[in-house]
């Protein structure tokens, strides 16, 4: 059975960072593309970040050059590592392996 975990979410003042991890169970992360995404309160849910099983990446417009996508093969885990964050990127932020299922997700909020 898979299981994606995130934490790592919080409250941050515009202009911090924040890492977000996501812990895979019953799946390989080297073997699979996963990605992250977010939903803010009457908002669809959108991709942030996604990383191909070569390691290729690929970033939303508007996250680009703020948030950066990673992986430990060892720990099977995935990394959101987000800097320069603004009140916008507030939401539910969720790790998906297409075809496996979402993680419950983790809030971030970014206010002062």
């Known amino acids: 059975q898979v299981r994606l975990v995130e934490s790592g979410g919080g409250l941050v003042q515009p202009g911090g960072s924040l890492r977000l991890s996501c812990a895979a169970s019953?799946?390989?992360?080297?073997?699979?593309?996963m990605g992250w995404y977010r939903q803010a309160p009457g908002k669809q849910r959108e991709l942030v970040a996604e990383?191909?099983?070569?390691?290729?990446?690929n970033y939303a417009d508007s996250v680009k050059g703020r948030f950066t996508i990673s992986r430990d093969i060892v720990k099977n885990t995935a990394y959101l590592q987000m800097g320069s964050l603004k009140p916008e990127d507030t939401a539910v932020y969720f790790c998906?392996?297409?075809?496996?299922?979402w993680g419950q997700g983790t809030q971030v909020t970014v206010s002062s």
């Open positions: 990383i191909s099983s070569g390691g290729m990446t």
């Open positions: 998906n392996i297409p075809g496996y299922g």
């Open positions: 019953g799946i390989l992360l080297s073997v699979y593309a």
